[in-house]
């Protein structure tokens, strides 16, 4: 028996997490320990990036599940007993290898299903989900459904939620207008929809509609799901698209409503928020890259924003965005860090290189003096591990997850401004170029250890958010070269900043 589960076996625990490198080797020498389907008084289980290739029957065992975190596995077939987890609230496959699901008939407790990443193809197919009646969101996010199937043929009557963005949908039913009377958000970015129902505009709920990188036969619109807000897309659908209920699309130059019509046209040259970019500045400072980072965390990209506004309400707002997205799209940091300066207080030359733990020192944010990074590291171990004692959980959880990459690396990532360090991620940036209230220019960084994309995904939502937080955006593009001086990245490229929500991009 593993230990981590006779521990939670001796202490009646309701939490256990299993996931990372060590539990990967257990399970590809031996397979998972069977005795984790015992613990019936578990209430939350995630086994994560462990390349668990299949599960036994007795899963149907944890009767008590509330929560059942199967990501990042090998996973081809999930056992018919998933259907017994009477009490399950929340199931995350995703990053997987599923094609299919059982069917969940008594899964009537479920409010959160999260399928992404796998290899669901054609139709959605997924039996019993109409009894599913406090589902509240799915996620079906990068497979290969070319329909939404069951879950748009049901009535759901809690469904806010779906994202099913990057798959190959090429129609969406009508009936969403009646099985989803509480749809709020509704991602299908980069698919392939020609068309769209006129139903679509009388959804009163939905707030937040996403139709991006669509191949929409309609060009104004496909132009207008680039640039204009959620209200003035679902206005011009409603006037301009067929009904496949029986209305008809309103006929250019008849009636009333092609008032409508004329109007969401003069829209599309009233542009909600505006990111401008301006091309890279001889005067401006370059970051050079040390090839001594490459094995801990290779990919660094970085961005000046100028004229910016952070009095008032604004430097709050900002801040609680950057956090935000450290939860979210950046993975509570495992995916990738930002970290924010204030210019003014940068001076060059930049250095992004790795230095051993005892020799690398910065004042973080969260001290006035310097602190060497392996006793800052330690530090905030010891801070996530007394949280996970008073939380009674069995690992550490929230943004303190990302310190298990630090175990393996045998020097730190460093961000250098000549001798001084500004930042150290995935932990922390410096107080030396602490942003306030009268900073005026920021230089933007986006660090990760996955893969440039990740980073550039980042960055690419920060700066979208970021404009309609403050009302419009000016960037000027950030040079990444090697220690040759090659050119290794610039961003935003003309490849970045494509299909940013609510925000139109001018480049000067």
Same mark, same amino acid.
């Given at each position: 028996?593993?230990?981590?589960?006779?521990?939670?076996?001796?202490?009646?625990?309701?939490?256990?997490?299993?996931?990372?490198?060590?539990?990967?080797?257990?399970?590809?020498?031996?397979?998972?320990?069977?005795?984790?389907?015992?613990?019936?008084?578990?209430?939350?289980? &995630?086994?994560?990036?462990?390349?668990?290739?299949? /599960?036994?029957?007795?899963?149907?065992? =944890?009767?008590?599940?509330?929560?059942?975190?199967?990501?990042?596995?090998?996973?081809?077939?999930? #056992?018919?007993?998933?259907?017994?987890?009477?009490?399950?609230?929340?199931?995350?496959?995703?990053?997987? %290898?599923?094609?299919?699901?059982?069917?969940?008939?008594?899964?009537?407790?479920?409010?959160?299903?999260?399928?992404?990443?796998?290899?669901?193809?054609?139709?959605?197919?997924?039996?019993?989900?109409?009894?599913?009646?406090?589902?509240? /969101?799915?996620?079906?996010?990068?497979?290969?459904?070319?329909?939404?199937?069951?879950?748009?043929?049901?009535?759901?009557?809690?469904?806010?939620?779906?994202?099913?963005?990057?798959?190959?949908?090429?129609?969406?039913?009508?009936?969403?207008?009646?099985?989803? #009377?509480?749809?709020?958000?509704?991602? =299908?970015?980069?698919?392939?929809?020609?068309?769209?129902?006129?139903?679509?505009?009388?959804?009163?709920?939905?707030?937040?509609? %996403?139709?991006?990188?669509?191949?929409?036969?309609?060009?104004?619109?496909?132009?207008?799901?680039?640039?204009?807000?959620?209200?003035?897309?679902?206005?011009?659908?409603?006037?301009?698209?067929?009904?496949?209920?029986?209305?008809?699309?309103?006929?250019?130059?008849?009636?009333?409503?092609?008032?409508?019509?004329?109007?969401?046209?003069?829209?599309?040259?009233?542009?909600?928020?505006?990111?401008?970019?301006?091309?890279?500045?001889?005067?401006?400072?370059?970051?050079?890259?040390?090839?001594?980072?490459?094995?801990?965390?290779?990919?660094?990209?970085?961005?000046?924003?100028?004229?910016?506004?952070?009095?008032?309400?604004?430097?709050?707002?900002?801040?609680?965005?950057?956090?935000?997205?450290?939860?979210?799209?950046?993975?509570?940091?495992?995916?990738?860090?930002?970290?924010?300066?204030?210019?003014?207080?940068?001076?060059?030359?930049?250095?992004?290189?790795?230095?051993?733990?005892?020799?690398?020192?910065?004042?973080?944010?969260? %001290?006035?003096?310097?602190?060497?990074?392996?006793?800052?590291?330690?530090?905030?171990?010891?801070?996530?591990?007394?949280?996970?004692?008073?939380?009674?959980?069995?690992?550490?959880?929230?943004?303190?997850?990302?310190?298990?990459?630090?175990?393996?690396? #045998?020097?730190?990532?460093?961000?250098?401004?000549?001798?001084?360090?500004?930042?150290?991620?995935?932990?922390?940036?410096?107080?030396?170029?602490?942003?306030?209230?009268?900073?005026?220019? /920021?230089?933007?960084?986006?660090?990760?250890?996955?893969?440039?994309?990740?980073?550039?995904?980042?960055?690419?939502?920060?700066?979208?958010?970021?404009?309609?937080?403050?009302?419009? =955006?000016?960037?000027?593009?950030? &040079?990444?070269?090697?220690?040759?001086?090659? /050119?290794?990245?610039?961003?935003?490229?003309?490849?970045?900043?494509?299909?940013?929500?609510?925000?139109?991009?001018? &480049?000067?």
């Amino acid at each position: 028996m593993w230990a981590e589960v006779a521990l939670a076996a001796q202490e009646q625990r309701h939490e256990l997490v299993l996931e990372g490198k060590g539990v990967q080797e257990r399970v590809e020498k031996g397979g998972l320990d069977v005795n984790i389907f015992k613990l019936d008084k578990l209430n939350f289980l &995630r086994i994560s990036q462990a390349k668990v290739t299949s /599960l036994p029957d007795t899963l149907g065992c =944890l009767g008590n599940l509330t929560s059942l975190v199967l990501k990042g596995n090998s996973l081809t077939g999930i #056992p018919t007993s998933l259907n017994n987890l009477t009490k399950l609230k929340l199931l995350d496959l995703s990053l997987n %290898s599923l094609s299919s699901l059982p069917p969940i008939p008594n899964l009537t407790e479920l409010t959160t299903l999260n399928l992404s990443l796998n290899v669901f193809s054609g139709e959605f197919i997924l039996e019993g989900i109409q009894n599913c009646q406090k589902l509240s /969101l799915v996620d079906l996010t990068a497979n290969t459904l070319t329909s939404l199937g069951h879950l748009q043929e049901h009535k759901l009557e809690l469904l806010a939620e779906v994202v099913a963005k990057q798959n190959k949908l090429d129609s969406l039913s009508p009936q969403i207008l009646e099985n989803w #009377p509480v749809i709020k958000k509704l991602d =299908l970015a980069q698919n392939c929809l020609k068309e769209v129902p006129g139903e679509l505009g009388d959804i009163s709920k939905l707030k937040e509609l %996403s139709l991006v990188d669509n191949p929409l036969s309609d060009n104004r619109l496909r132009k207008m799901c680039g640039q204009k807000g959620t209200k003035s897309v679902l206005d011009y659908v409603k006037s301009n698209c067929k009904k496949v209920g029986g209305g008809e699309k309103q006929e250019k130059g008849k009636g009333k409503k092609n008032k409508k019509g004329r109007k969401n046209s003069e829209e599309m040259d009233e542009l909600c928020d505006i990111l401008t970019v301006a091309s890279l500045k001889e005067d401006m400072l370059e970051i050079v890259a040390s090839e001594s980072v490459k094995e801990v965390r290779p990919f660094i990209i970085f961005c000046f924003i100028t004229g910016i506004d952070l009095t008032g309400e604004n430097l709050k707002k900002f801040l609680s965005l950057q956090n935000r997205l450290h939860k979210t799209v950046c993975d509570n940091r495992n995916l990738a860090t930002i970290a924010t300066h204030d210019l003014s207080k940068v001076k060059g030359p930049l250095l992004y290189t790795s230095k051993v733990p005892e020799d690398l020192s910065i004042i973080p944010l969260s %001290s006035p003096h310097p602190t060497q990074a392996d006793k800052l590291v330690s530090q905030l171990k010891t801070e996530a591990e007394a949280l996970r004692k008073e939380k009674k959980r069995s690992a550490v959880t929230g943004l303190h997850q990302f310190l298990h990459l630090l175990d393996t690396w #045998p020097v730190y990532p460093c961000l250098m401004d000549g001798d001084t360090t500004i930042s150290f991620p995935p932990v922390t940036n410096s107080g030396n170029t602490r942003i306030a209230e009268t900073t005026s220019s /920021l230089l933007v960084e986006v660090t990760s250890s996955s893969k440039l994309g990740d980073a550039k995904l980042v960055m690419d939502t920060l700066l979208g958010e970021m404009a309609v937080l403050l009302g419009g =955006l000016t960037v000027v593009q950030g &040079r990444v070269v090697g220690e040759g001086g090659e /050119l290794k990245v610039t961003y935003p490229a003309k490849t970045d900043l494509v299909g940013v929500k609510n925000v139109k991009v001018v &480049r000067e």
